[in-house]
């Protein structure tokens, strides 16, 4: 029985499906980088978008970038800041610098303003809604945040009772 699987994990016939899926997957990984991966070929983490960006397009030329959400997301940040992202969020990507942006709003006191550009500088990013920004360590956006929770979802996730002999 050893050397029927000795044999069996040596044969070019089991090697060379595996090589053809691996090749695939690394094809597809350089060939459509997700939208957080084209975030850091730019210099930014990619925490600065939500989970759950459905696709994105990028005109490499001018910059033009738009994401794609499938529908508006909000979620607090630090107990202090309630941002929102609507379903489409476009600007113009630069490195360390995306400007014009649209789609992302956060609430400051009562009012929601618009953030119209974020700059990547050193350990920090520049969050600006023309009138004031405020900067934030980079640290902060290594995780993507999620809708409705942000990034204290474990407070939120509930635990099904366990019942022997149940599934779900």
Sequence with gaps: MGSLSRRNASSPLTVFPLLIILS??????????????????????????????TGYELNTETG???????????????????LEYKSTITGVLSKDRL???????????????????????????QFSVGIASANFPVN???????????????????VLPSYPNRTY
Excluded at 109 to 123: A, P, R
């Design 64 to 82: 033009q970038f738009s994401a794609y959400l499938n529908g508006t997301c909000s979620f607090s940040v630090e107990d202090s800041y309630q």
């Design 140 to 158: 902060n956006f290594e995780e993507r945040p999620q809708c409705g929770c942000g990034l204290d979802c474990n407070q939120l996730s509930t």
């Design 99 to 125: 400007k014009d942006l649209k789609g992302v709003s956060v609430k400051v006191l009562f009012f929601w303003l618009s953030i119209v550009e974020v700059v990547h500088d050193g350990d920090e990013l």
């Design 24 to 53: 695939s997957f690394a094809y597809c990984e350089v060939g459509n980088p997700s939208a957080y991966e084209v975030l850091q070929q730019y210099g930014f983490p990619i925490g600065i978008l939500p989970i759950g960006v």
